[in-house]
């Protein structure tokens, strides 16, 4: 199963890449670097984070269209995650800083977007949701720790549900989904059912419900990353006593 799903992921990354080449021969034309690519993306994602800050700030509980351009920008910064990429090897500028630099950008990134995230639900009075922004932010940051620990010790750690490309397109879709819906649902519609006092979904719920399910997957595929090194530990350590 595991090896399905990265065939399949590493399919479509190569057919996204077909799709960006011409542009990324562009980026080198003009002289930008993978770096600088890097820092542009980071750059894009304080701007997602100053989208919901002021939606939290100048919105009403009501206006969802931050959360749409947000989503929007959210997606574009995440474009600029493989840019970076595809720039270095096209270019012929791989270097070990570069790869570094990349990885701890993208981890501001993310805290930084979800900054913006828990600043608009606490703002709207979105409490449980905030809750959950945060829990997927820790949820998110322990995949790619796990990760980098396991590649530390010399043991190869990757796949699951929830890695940083499914992160940032599961944000930015819904988010543009959550906007464009209260345009024509009402940013504040709210469905009820028979003998229920509360409301069992409303527009908002399109942006927070997925959230929710990161918070879950994001921990899920942290802990299999890590029951996945504990299984590579011990056959080394067995091949090892064996040797």
Not at 123 to 131: R, V
């Amino acid at each position: 199963m595991m090896e399905q799903q990265t065939s399949a992921r590493k399919n479509l990354q190569l057919g996204i890449y077909k799709v960006i080449d011409p542009f990324v021969k562009v980026l080198i034309k003009l002289g930008l670097t993978p770096n600088a690519v890097t820092t542009i993306g980071f750059v894009l994602n304080i701007g997602v984070a100053v989208i919901f800050i002021i939606g939290g700030e100048k919105g009403n509980r009501g206006d969802l269209t931050y959360i749409g351009w947000a989503g929007a920008l959210i997606l574009f910064a995440g474009l600029f995650d493989m840019l970076d990429g595809q720039v270095a090897r096209l270019g012929n500028m791989k270097s070990t800083f570069g790869a570094l630099y990349d990885s701890v950008l993208d981890r501001y990134s993310e805290q930084i977007m979800f900054l913006g995230i828990c600043y608009y639900l606490v703002a709207h009075h979105y409490f449980l949701s905030s809750i959950f922004a945060f829990i997927a932010l820790m949820g998110s940051m322990m995949v790619s720790y796990v990760r980098a620990r396991a590649e530390g010790l010399g043991i190869e750690c990757s796949g699951g549900l929830m890695q940083r490309p499914e992160r940032v397109v599961t944000l930015g879709v819904f988010a543009i989904i959550c906007g464009v819906a209260s345009l024509y649902m009402g940013g504040d519609y709210k469905l009820y059912v028979p003998g229920i006092r509360f409301h069992v979904f409303e527009t908002m719920s399109i942006f927070t419900i997925p959230i929710t399910m990161m918070a879950i997957l994001t921990n899920i595929t942290a802990y299999n990353r890590l029951m996945g090194s504990k299984k590579s530990i011990e056959e080394m350590e067995k091949n090892n006593k064996e040797d």
